[in-house]
Antibody, heavy 120, light 106 residues
Framework: EVYLVESGGGLIQPGGSLRLSCEGS????????MAWVRQAPGKGLEWVSG????????YYADSVKGRFTISRDNSKSLLYLQMHSLTADDTATYYC?????????????WGQGVQVTVSP | DIQMTQSPSTLSASLGDRVTITCRAS??????LAWYQHKPGKAPKVLIY???YLESGVPSRFSGRGYGTEFTLTISSLQPDDFATYYC?????????FGQGTKVEI
């Protein structure tokens, strides 16, 4: 069974930085693309960023481009999201998700999510 | 970026009802569409991928149709476990955008 466990969330001041991590287990982590998806309070799901299996390509939503960086360490089965210049609009539950293929696709497995709150 | 628009935003229905949710893409996405179910405090769950393929373990009362820019998710007979918010997502191009969601309520 696929397990994805996020960590690194918390309360951060506006303008601050935070790094989220996601550990994958139960499958060959290096064989799948990965993604981060978030849900702000009272809002819908928003795809944030994706990275291919061999981490040669990364993609971002316009709302985070230039501020967030996705990366992965296949040797440790870890996915990261480095977030800078955080604003209240980045307050959300952040989900780590596995794509169904190495080149990206739909999200076939999800973590339980980690809360990020940006507030003074 | 491809915009995804769902309708309705909220759907009130009763147990046993047949319900249909529509998702429209701002440009053709061929068949590269997935549907997810999301309940408060839980991880989203994929129901359907590539327009009409049922994810393993998903009940057969869920079905998907469409091509290009217009897609539907149908629940043939609403069950208590189905009251949730449903999202479509295109995965033809990055960024892989979601619809705004349809809340199915009693």
């Amino acid at each position: 069974e696929v397990y994805l466990v996020e960590s690194g969330g918390g309360l951060i001041q506006p303008g601050g930085s935070l790094r989220l991590s996601c550990e994958g287990s139960g499958y060959t982590f290096s064989g799948y693309a990965m993604a981060w998806v978030r849900q702000a309070p009272g809002k819908g799901l928003e795809w944030v960023s994706g990275i291919r299996a061999n981490h040669d390509s990364t993609y971002y939503a316009d709302s985070v481009k230039g501020r967030f960086t996705i990366s992965r360490d296949n040797s440790k089965s870890l996915l990261y999201l480095q977030m800078h210049s955080l604003t209240a609009d980045d307050t959300a539950t952040y989900y780590c998700a596995r794509d169904d293929a190495p080149g990206g696709g739909y999200c076939d497995s999800w973590g339980q999510g980690v809360q990020v709150t940006v507030s003074p | 970026d491809i915009q995804m628009t769902q309708s309705p935003s909220t759907l009130s229905a009763s147990l046993g009802d047949r319900v249909t949710i529509t998702c429209r893409a701002s440009q053709s996405i061929d068949v590269w569409l997935a549907w997810y179910q999301h309940k408060p405090g839980k991880a989203p769950k994929v129901l359907i991928y590539k327009t009409y393929y049922l994810e393993s373990g998903v009940p057969s009362r869920f079905s998907g149709r469409g091509y290009g820019t217009e897609f539907t998710l149908t629940i043939s007979s609403l069950q208590p476990d189905d009251f949730a918010t449903y999202y479509c997502q295109q995965y033809k191009t990055d960024p892989r955008t979601f619809g705004q969601g349809t809340k199915v309520e009693i």
